[in-house]
C-alpha cells in the first residue's frame, strides 16, 4: 500500500469491525486484491498477532487520556443488553496463553462473506468498478455464520 501513496487500517466499535484503505487510483484494484485476501485467508501468525495485542494497548492508553472516551466507558459499565459488552483491551486483558489459537476460531467462524459488506468507492464508473472487482471479492468463503 505504502508503495502506492496508500495506507490500510481497521477499526472495531460495538458490532461491527471496519477495514479500510485509500490508494492511487493506478493500483486501486490491486488494493482491492490484496484487501479481500485477508477475508480469504488471513496469514494470522504468532508475530501479527503480537503486534496487534500491542497496537490494542497503545490505543488503550491514549483510550484512557481521552474524557469522550471515558465517558463512553461509563456508559458501557452503566449500560445492560450487547452495548454493556467488552469495548477495549489492553496487555493485561489480552494476555493469554490461549490467544492466538482464540483469535483463529473466532476469524474461521466469523469471517464470512454472508456477514461482509464491501464498499468501494472509485473514479472509475459503477460498471467498470463492477467488472474489474467483482471477481476478487466474490471468492471470500460463506460459512453461513
Known amino acids: 500500500m505504502s508503495k ?5 487500517n481497521a477499526f472495531t466499535d460495538d458490532i461491527e469491525t471496519n477495514y479500510y484503505f485509500d490508494i492511487d487510483t493506478k493500483s486501486f484494484v490491486e488494493g482491492v486484491d ?3 485476501e485477508f477475508f480469504k485467508s ?3 501468525t504468532v508475530d501479527c498477532v503480537e503486534k496487534e495485542r500491542q497496537a490494542v494497548h497503545e490505543e488503550f492508553v491514549l483510550w ?3 474524557d469522550n472516551c471515558r465517558k463512553w466507558g461509563i456508559l458501557h459499565e452503566i449500560a445492560h443488553g450487547q452495548f454493556s459488552r467488552f469495548s477495549i483491551g489492553n496487555q493485561s486483558t489480552l494476555k493469554k496463553d490461549k490467544i492466538h489459537s482464540d483469535l483463529k476460531a473466532f476469524y474461521d467462524k466469523h ?3 454472508n456477514l461482509i459488506n464491501a464498499v468501494l468507492l472509485s473514479n472509475l464508473s459503477f460498471e467498470e468498478l463492477q467488472k474489474q472487482t467483482k471477481h476478487l471479492l466474490e471468492d471470500i468463503p460463506n460459512k453461513d455464520a
Open 4 to 8: 502506492n501513496a496508500g495506507y490500510d
Open 64 to 66: 484512557t487520556n481521552d
Open 34 to 36: 490484496r484487501m479481500s
Open 42 to 44: 488471513a496469514l494470522l
Open 111 to 113: 469471517y464470512s462473506a
